[in-house]
T-cell receptor, first 114, second 117 residues
Framework: AQKVTQAQTEISVVEKEDVTLDCVYETRDTTYYLFWYKQPPSGELVFLIRRNSFDEQNEISGRYSWNFQKSTSSFNFTITASQVVDSAVYFCALSGPPGNQFYFGTGTSLTVIP | DTGVSQNPRHKITKRGQNVTFRCDPISEHNRLYWYRQTLGQGPEFLTYFQNEAQLEKSRLLSDRFSAERPKGSFSTLEIQRTEQGDSAMYLC???????????????FGAGTRLSVL
């Protein structure tokens, strides 16, 4: 069975603080894909990153970085020097073979306080 | 390149009425997905199409729900005899298929929020 767990329901940080959003997944597939999406109040899910199961390299994009560890089945997301515009709900998602459905976690609501 | 477009953005209906939502995917995206999202939850898969063929349906998709993608372009999701439990955000996503790049990334629309009174 495919499952994604985001244990943090809500997080509040003060602007410029760093924050890490946790994601733990379960799958029996040997090839799978992990994603992070951002959902601002407007409702549209915005794609942030995709990682496949064979690539455990961490990735940094500006203030965003992702840490993928197969040993702990985790794919955590860190925002450095948070900004008010980062306030949103963030979803971690898992899929099996390309083109299949996504399995989403329940999301983490991030509030950045100015 | 415009994104995924969904209409209407909001729909209020009375219990027992039928409703239909439309999704226009990113042009040339072969795959189109429907998800449902309730408050405080992540999106849950309903169904998806490759071109005009409906390839998979979730058990969440009761017989009151039907989806079509008649010409492999836009799609419609119809809910018959709506119930209060159908109140949710209905999200559409599309992805390219074929070729190496990006075929597993789903691009989402802003959703249609349904309220059943």
């Amino acid at each position: 069975a495919q499952k994604v767990t985001q244990a943090q329901t809500e997080i509040s940080v003060v602007e410029k603080e760093d924050v890490t959003l946790d994601c733990v997944y379960e799958t029996r597939d040997t090839t799978y894909y992990l994603f992070w999406y951002k959902q601002p109040p407007s409702g549209e899910l915005v794609f942030l990153i995709r990682r496949n199961s064979f690539d455990e390299q961490n990735e940094i994009s500006g203030r965003y970085s992702w840490n993928f560890q197969k040993s702990t089945s985790s794919f955590n997301f860190t925002i450095t020097a948070s900004q008010v515009v980062d306030s949103a709900v963030y979803f971690c998602a898992l899929s099996g073979p390309p083109g299949n459905q996504f399995y989403f976690g329940t999301g983490t609501s991030l509030t950045v306080i100015p | 390149d415009t994104g995924v477009s969904q209409n209407p953005r909001h729909k209020i209906t009375k219990r027992g009425q039928n409703v239909t939502f439309r999704c226009d995917p990113i042009s040339e995206h072969n795959r189109l997905y429907w998800y449902r999202q309730t408050l405080g939850q992540g999106p849950e898969f309903l169904t998806y199409f490759q071109n005009e063929a409906q390839l998979e349906k979730s058990r969440l998709l009761s017989d009151r729900f039907s989806a079509e993608r008649p010409k492999g372009s836009f799609s419609t999701l119809e809910i018959q005899r709506t119930e209060q439990g159908d109140s949710a955000m209905y999200l559409c996503a599309s992805s390219p298929w074929g070729g190496r790049e990006g075929k597993n990334i789903q691009y989402f629309g802003a959703g249609t929020r349904l309220s059943v009174l």
